[in-house]
């Protein structure tokens, strides 16, 4: 049996030896893959958005949009990120919901924009989704929910609106775990910071939607309904930043009510 | 990884016959069970179990065949559930899992080659142990059954 012993320690040894060496090989060049995952995401996300363009309108408010876009800046630039990489989409619907799609792009609802009373909160929430983009929230849920196989077969043909409507239900709805959602409000308060815009903001726009359905007895908007108990998260949200000075700097001098119209 | 040993005695035609079908079946079942793993082992283990209380020669033989196909299933299952796993969970591809990858066809290569040898050899009556499993063989199959 010592012989035994001995034999098998040292053919364990050429195993893991061998497998150690034939590892140090760089076989999977990892810009490669990134491209490939970044590729597939594109393609998916311009399809998604293609699903969506087709039953609601973009958007031809103008200076709505020329605001939009001087806020998106403002909290990319301030954050390190390139606002050239991330497409900010609105479409005409009473639908109150923002979402971040695949490929990088947020999209939103006038339904959504209504609910907000200043660009502030339009920036929370613009920087909650950029915040699922940039942890890669939105790619971890779509492998998760639908795997690596079919989203690369998906993005190499033009076709499956059926698995699409499927994959845009679930990413309107159900997308992110409680954690993931804890870590996009985290992310997010430090974006509006930086941006020097207060992320009570956030917290306020939370607390606001997830009121109107006690007090009005409506139903909860889209973006509130699926995301895991407001309350709880804009408690956090305060309870992070409480007593912490923030440089503020105002986002838009017009009315942002007016804007909407 | 081979050696040429003196057995206890001379295998008769029938013993060395099921001696060399112990590997021979091992390899048809490398061929068919190589997207899945537990096939080679169920094959030399259900012949196993009907030569084991056969002569000496065949049940070291078969012992032999049997142990390392055992340890074939391990590294096989390892490979197959870690491909599963990138191309169904949220695995992703790394130098780790093609290494492995590199490193189970080599063993299975080798393998494949000592069983051709071995099958033919045990055939002619040659004894042949391999590393390892030829000492864990010694160590576990005793030539007196009772």
């Given at each position: 049996m010592k012989k035994a012993t001995a034999q098998l320690l040292l053919a364990l040894l050429l195993f893991f030896g061998l497998w150690y060496s034939l590892s140090?090989?760089?076989?999977?060049?990892e810009t490669t893959g990134e491209k490939l995952e970044k590729e597939t995401e594109a393609k998916i996300g311009s399809l998604l958005l293609k699903q969506i363009d087709l039953k609601y309108r973009a958007t031809q408010n103008d200076s709505l949009f020329a605001v939009v876009d001087d806020i998106h800046r403002r909290l990319c630039e301030a954050n390190g990120?390139?606002?050239?990489?991330i497409d900010v989409h609105i479409f005409?619907?009473?639908?109150?919901n923002a979402l971040a799609l695949p490929g990088r792009n947020v999209v939103f609802f006038t339904g959504m924009l209504h609910h907000t009373e200043n660009p502030e909160e339009f920036a929370g929430i613009l920087a909650h989704e950029i915040a699922h983009i940039e942890n890669h929230h939105i790619r971890d849920r779509l492998t998760r929910e639908f795997g690596l196989t079919l989203l690369l077969t998906i993005s190499g043909m033009d076709g499956a609106p059926e698995v699409l409507a499927n994959m845009l239900r679930m990413i309107s709805s159900r997308a992110y775990s409680r954690e993931q959602e804890r870590e996009a409000d985290q992310t997010a308060a430090e974006y509006l910071v930086s941006a020097e815009i207060d992320p009570i903001h956030l917290a306020n726009v939370l607390l606001r939607l997830s009121g109107m359905q006690a007090h009005n007895d409506q139903p909860l908007p889209g973006w509130i309904s699926t995301h895991p108990d407001p309350r709880d998260r804009a408690d956090a949200l305060m309870q992070d930043h409480e007593g912490e000075p923030v440089e503020i700097r105002a986002?838009?001098?017009?009315?942002w009510k007016e804007l909407m119209n | 990884m081979i050696f040429h040993t003196d057995f206890a005695y001379t295998p008769n035609e029938s013993e060395r016959e099921k001696a060399s079908n112990s590997y021979l079946m091992s390899l048809i079942a490398i061929i068919a069970g190589a997207p899945m793993p537990f096939v080679n082992l169920l094959a030399t283990g259900i012949f196993y179990l009907g030569n084991r209380k056969g002569a000496y020669f065949t049940r070291w033989h078969c012992t032999q065949a049997m142990l390392s196909q055992i340890t074939l299933f391990f590294i096989n299952a390892i490979a197959v559930g870690w491909t599963l796993h990138i191309v169904f969970g949220d695995g992703t591809l790394t130098n780790s899992y093609i290494a492995y990858l590199i490193t189970a066809l080599i063993i299975i290569i080798l393998e494949f080659l000592m069983t051709i040898y071995t099958a033919v050899a045990t055939r002619r009556g040659t004894h042949v142990e391999w590393w390892f499993w030829g000492a864990l063989t010694n160590a576990i199959c005793k030539e007196n059954l009772s």
């Open positions: 140090l090989i760089n076989y999977v060049d990120i390139d606002p050239e990489t005409n619907s009473d639908i109150p986002l838009y001098a017009g009315n | -």
